[in-house]
């Protein structure tokens, strides 16, 4: 399996808006992306949990989603993810729990560790011990959704006492689970150890890059799942990836080089303190990042190409989330998503095999269908004649 008969489409939005911008105008537009999202028919969108470098600013995911739902119909919205170390379980399984009644089963869960550095040093919360602490408060937030009885648990950074939840999840047992991973195996062992569905954001694997073994991480999630009498499944991973899309190549890289370099040169760079990616202008890292397979920066067809060599790499997955940035106009970045849904969502989805086997049964049949016609249309002129004495 390369991909399903139907892969998910969506976005992962962190969100990444430049320094210096109005935040809350950046805040209303990405409510605006959502609900274009759900008219365009994708499937859903996760959404991040960042409190510092000033780029990601959105810092309760739940509250977002509350707002968005009451504007979308149809598209599924995703914490992508709740930091669990920086909260007390209880209080994430609560949310959760009120949000899946809120939005009549529309919500699904993704738990990571915490993404940056900044967040966990004014918590006060030793980097080191982020990953464990996810993957104890992850095991009582999941019991907490399924206990029928009270639940007392004492941990060295909170505690429970009787705990119960008021309200069961409305989907059940609970809502969709997944994981955050990008370069580190914790991620994905820890998905395997719950069953839970794996969010990677990808990375390239040139020389010197680090970027992740899709194939490998895969092969973790498997045999921490079989240790723990668990399953995963590839139909449930979702790979991420920032996309732009335009009629022609040449207008996709025109549309976002200046913003793209924006982006990684002064957040992943000088905020973040990364590696650069080119020795140059911040202009030409575009170009690096398409080669290296890093962005997808194309027309639709480049994007079919860029899921399938993904799907290769990896072996084969069932979600295509979009790593949105804000990197070209807002026209432009609109179409590129309508055009990843008119053009690229079809080729994975199977929604126009039926069209194109119509067609093509047309095209077979055009000499014998068109012949027909004609004398359809000589008998009805020889009839009018017939009955008007022309």
């Known amino acids: 399996m390369l991909w399903p008969e139907r892969m998910k489409f969506g976005i992962f939005l962190g969100p990444f808006h430049r320094v210096g911008e109005n935040p809350t105008l950046a805040m209303d537009r990405d409510l605006e992306l959502v609900q274009w999202l759900d008219h365009l028919g994708y499937d859903e969108a996760w959404i991040g949990e960042h409190h510092s470098a000033g780029w990601e600013i959105i810092s309760s995911p739940e509250l977002f989603i509350a707002v968005a739902a009451d504007r979308t119909r149809h598209i599924k919205l995703g914490t992508g993810v709740i930091s669990l170390p920086y909260h007390h379980p209880f209080m994430v399984a609560n949310r959760m729990v009120q949000l899946d009644h809120m939005t009549r089963g529309r919500v699904m869960l993704g738990v990571g560790p915490g993404a940056l550095p900044g967040d966990a040093y004014m918590m006060g919360i030793n980097p080191a011990m982020q990953r464990q602490r996810m993957d104890e408060a992850l095991g009582i937030v999941l019991q907490l959704f399924t206990a029928t009885e009270p639940l007392t648990y004492k941990s060295d950074w909170f505690e429970l006492q009787e705990a119960m939840l008021q309200l069961r999840p409305y989907q059940r047992p609970y809502m969709p689970l997944a994981v955050a991973s990008v370069q580190s195996p914790a991620g994905v062992a820890l998905a395997g150890k719950f069953g839970a569905a794996v969010l990677t954001i990808t990375t390239p694997r040139d020389p010197g890059s680090g970027g992740a073994d899709l194939a490998g991480l895969w092969k973790i999630a498997e045999d921490s799942a079989a240790m723990h009498g668990q399953e995963v499944r590839r139909a449930d991973w979702r790979l991420v990836i920032p996309v732009h899309l335009a009629e022609t190549r040449q207008e996709a890289i025109a549309d976002a080089r200046v913003g793209a370099g924006r982006y990684q040169h002064e957040y992943f760079e000088n905020t973040m303190g990364r590696a650069a990616v080119v020795d140059g202008p911040p202009e030409k890292i575009i170009d690096a990042m398409i080669d ?31 790593q949105t940035v804000d990197w070209a106009p807002r026209e432009k970045m609109l179409h590129s998503y309508e055009l990843l849904a008119r053009y690229v969502m079809p080729q994975f989805q199977g929604s126009t095999l039926s069209t194109a086997a119509s067609n093509a049964w047309a095209r077979e049949r055009r000499d014998f269908l068109s012949a027909g016609r004609v004398q359809a249309i000589d008998r009805a002129r020889a009839d009018y004649a017939r009955q008007h004495g022309a």
């Not at 397979?293 to 899921?307: E, F, K, L, S």
């Not at 060599?309 to 084969?316: K, T, V």
């Open 292 to 322: 290296r397979g890093a962005w997808i920066i194309g027309t639709p067809d480049d994007c079919v190409a860029g899921i399938k060599r993904l799907a290769e790499q990896s072996g084969g997955f069932g979600g295509f989330l979009v």
